[in-house]
């Protein structure tokens, strides 16, 4: 079974897509920042990872630098809304939505997708990714 680890500081968007790739055959494990969700791959390898870029501590542009260097064979999607949503506290630099997504694919990401993405794309990217 392909083994997915799916990084992002919101709880709503890990549940959906948890339940959304669960249901599509794959393993999935959930982790709501990018240190919690390094520590979860050198626990137990997955096939790829799906990343948030705007999350607080580590954001997903250093997460993917980070997995790049410990685990280079595994895939990596960026999903990025851009923002717009954030908690109070947490300010991100105004940068729009394919800035970040640039700068995640430079840092090596192997696929992003902008939120809202509907779940056929997501299967699909997915798929794509981890595919022999």
Same mark, same amino acid.
């Given at each position: ?8 500081? !919101? ?15 794959? +393993?999935v494990r959930i982790a709501e920042n990018?240190?919690?969700?390094? !520590?979860?791959?050198?626990? +137990? ?15 997903? #542009?250093?997460? #993917?630098?980070?997995?790049?260097? +410990?685990?280079?064979?595994?895939? #990596?999607? #960026? ?9 109070? !506290?947490?300010?991100?630099a105004a940068i729009k939505t394919s ?28 798929r794509s990714l981890t595919a022999d």
């Open positions: 079974m392909i083994k997915v680890l799916v990084i992002d500081d !919101e709880m709503d968007v890990l549940i959906v897509l948890r339940e959304i790739l669960t249901r599509a055959g794959f +393993e990018g240190m919690e969700g390094l !520590e979860l791959l050198r626990q +137990e390898r997955a096939d790829l990872v799906i990343t948030d870029i705007i999350m607080p501590g580590m954001d997903g #542009v250093a997460t #993917v630098r980070a997995i790049r260097n +410990e685990f280079p064979g595994t895939r #990596v999607l #960026v999903i990025s809304g851009g923002g717009n949503i954030a908690p109070m !506290e947490y300010e991100p800035a970040y997504l640039a700068s995640a694919a430079k840092a090596g990401a192997d696929l992003t997708l902008t939120k809202p993405f509907d779940r056929n794309e997501l299967i699909e990217a997915v």
